[in-house]
């Protein structure tokens, strides 16, 4: 199927009913029209339990990942969560909000217009003033009495010291990555991530390499790695989005980035040219000319959160094609527990996250053996198979995260 086609089957997604009215969460993730207001314009809850204010490494709206997938537990589980924008405004002193759902708040912090001043280099000390500030008004607005700082990005880290220092929020550092795996990351945030590490309550790690490196720096470390939201992958929905693409189709949802490896991709489509190749994400920083001429590969760009279990369902194997470097190595990839959730069958690269499961998934490295790898994933017909991978989903959710999460953040 050309390109053409694609756009029409995604117009003709879009007039369906979006699956998030029917996911347990919709109240909290499907509301993105409401508009941004002063904090003089806004009321608040009076809080129930600690609050929670995460500095976060990306936006609310960009992917639908960890940061938003904890926030939405804490809120559901009587916090107010308080979800820092990426980006900052030029009006004024104060924050602006945006209610995402219950108890769940987006807060855009003055500061310079740059869209990319929080990831180029370390902070100036007057900008975390300034952010203080802001906080403190949020604060009061807000009625905060109690909170944690659920810090997602180096960068943040003189805020969320400071925010300890005049108002007594602990601090837990959440390390997502390897930072220095990064291409575009500056000494001086990676000084900082030092810094946090030595200096938080609480040092989370998603992966096994990353609570290695941390537990000796840390005064406490969590080994907290990603899980799936099952029960919004575990079903397809109404919506058949690839009903018009001949099959097989071999498909990936998530970012293609730099560790993406387009040309292990790319020797499997000209190899197996009756396979289709479905890639769902943004392609920011990929070099895709090795596929984009290619029939048999489909690139569908960043798609929403729900719509991701309708394509999900409609593919024939799943796959985790991944350079192998630092960055990946220390990489538990969430994609992998949800495209267990659909019992769908994992052809990966070997990443050494992936290494309990092995009996799970499908490893390859070269492009010999990925093509080998998807052949035998294809030709599976173990219903037993699927509901061991469906049962691992289950037992790795976001909801046992944040339960793991809250145990330990009780007892600092």
């Given at each position: 199927?050309?390109?053409?086609?694609?756009?029409?089957?995604?117009?003709?997604?879009?007039?369906?009913?979006?699956?998030?009215?029917?996911?347990?969460?919709?109240?909290?993730?499907?509301d993105r029209e409401n508009a941004e207001k002063p904090l003089t314009d806004c009321s608040f809850p009076p809080p129930q339990k600690y609050d929670v204010v995460c500095f976060p490494i990306i936006d609310w709206d960009l992917r639908f990942q960890r940061p938003q997938h904890l926030l939405t537990q804490f809120a559901l589980n009587g916090h107010r969560a308080f979800y820092l924008h990426t980006t900052f405004h030029q009006a004024g002193r104060d924050p602006l909000i945006r209610m995402i759902g219950p108890n769940l708040y987006r807060v855009r912090l003055p500061g310079p217009p740059e869209p990319d001043a929080l990831y180029r280099k370390a902070l100036n000390p007057s900008l975390d003033e300034a952010w203080l500030g802001a906080l403190d008004a949020l604060s009061r607005g807000a009625g905060i009495e109690a909170a944690v700082s659920l810090v997602e990005f180096p960068n943040w880290s003189g805020l969320a010291d400071s925010c300890r220092r005049s108002r007594g929020w602990k601090i837990v550092y959440d390390c997502l990555d390897e930072h220095t795996g990064f291409s575009n990351i500056s000494p001086g945030i990676l000084a900082r991530e030092v810094e946090l590490i030595e200096g938080s309550d609480i040092v989370v790690a998603t992966s096994r390499l990353l609570y290695e490196k941390v537990r000796s720096k840390a005064r406490r470390a969590l080994l907290l790695p990603n899980a799936a939201d099952y029960d919004h992958f575990k079903d397809p929905g109404a919506a058949r989005p690839l009903r018009g693409i001949s099959r097989p189709i071999i498909g990936y949802f998530g970012a293609i980035a730099e560790w993406f490896d387009v040309e292990l991709v790319a020797t499997a489509a000209r190899r197996r040219k009756d396979w289709q190749f479905v890639l769902i994400g943004s392609?920011?920083?990929?070099?895709?000319?090795?596929?984009?001429?290619?029939?048999?590969?489909?690139?569908?760009?960043?798609?929403?959160?729900?719509?991701?279990p309708g394509y999900l369902h409609q593919f024939d194997a799943a796959i985790i094609p991944f350079r192998l470097t630092p960055l990946t190595a220390a990489t538990n990839p969430v994609k992998f527990y949800e495209y267990l959730s659909a019992g769908k069958p994992v052809v990966s690269?070997?990443?050494?996250?992936?290494?309990?499961?092995?009996?799970?998934?499908?490893?390859?490295?070269?492009?010999?053996?990925?093509?080998?790898?998807?052949?035998?994933?294809?030709?599976?017909?173990?219903?037993?198979?699927a509901e061991a991978r469906r049962e691992i989903a289950r037992a790795n959710t976001w909801r046992h995260r944040y339960e793991q999460l809250s145990d330990a953040i009780r007892s600092i």
């Amino acid at each position: 199927m050309g390109r053409k086609g694609y756009r029409t089957i995604r117009s003709r997604l879009r007039s369906i009913t979006p699956s998030w009215l029917r996911h347990p969460l919709s109240n909290l993730i499907a509301d993105r029209e409401n508009a941004e207001k002063p904090l003089t314009d806004c009321s608040f809850p009076p809080p129930q339990k600690y609050d929670v204010v995460c500095f976060p490494i990306i936006d609310w709206d960009l992917r639908f990942q960890r940061p938003q997938h904890l926030l939405t537990q804490f809120a559901l589980n009587g916090h107010r969560a308080f979800y820092l924008h990426t980006t900052f405004h030029q009006a004024g002193r104060d924050p602006l909000i945006r209610m995402i759902g219950p108890n769940l708040y987006r807060v855009r912090l003055p500061g310079p217009p740059e869209p990319d001043a929080l990831y180029r280099k370390a902070l100036n000390p007057s900008l975390d003033e300034a952010w203080l500030g802001a906080l403190d008004a949020l604060s009061r607005g807000a009625g905060i009495e109690a909170a944690v700082s659920l810090v997602e990005f180096p960068n943040w880290s003189g805020l969320a010291d400071s925010c300890r220092r005049s108002r007594g929020w602990k601090i837990v550092y959440d390390c997502l990555d390897e930072h220095t795996g990064f291409s575009n990351i500056s000494p001086g945030i990676l000084a900082r991530e030092v810094e946090l590490i030595e200096g938080s309550d609480i040092v989370v790690a998603t992966s096994r390499l990353l609570y290695e490196k941390v537990r000796s720096k840390a005064r406490r470390a969590l080994l907290l790695p990603n899980a799936a939201d099952y029960d919004h992958f575990k079903d397809p929905g109404a919506a058949r989005p690839l009903r018009g693409i001949s099959r097989p189709i071999i498909g990936y949802f998530g970012a293609i980035a730099e560790w993406f490896d387009v040309e292990l991709v790319a020797t499997a489509a000209r190899r197996r040219k009756d396979w289709q190749f479905v890639l769902i994400g943004s392609t920011h920083g990929a070099d895709l000319s090795s596929v984009s001429r290619l029939r048999n590969v489909n690139l569908l760009g960043e798609l929403p959160y729900a719509e991701l279990p309708g394509y999900l369902h409609q593919f024939d194997a799943a796959i985790i094609p991944f350079r192998l470097t630092p960055l990946t190595a220390a990489t538990n990839p969430v994609k992998f527990y949800e495209y267990l959730s659909a019992g769908k069958p994992v052809v990966s690269v070997r990443l050494p996250e992936l290494e309990p499961f092995e009996d799970l998934y499908y490893p390859a490295g070269t492009g010999a053996e990925f093509v080998l790898q998807i052949e035998a994933a294809l030709s599976e017909r173990s219903p037993e198979k699927a509901e061991a991978r469906r049962e691992i989903a289950r037992a790795n959710t976001w909801r046992h995260r944040y339960e793991q999460l809250s145990d330990a953040i009780r007892s600092i």
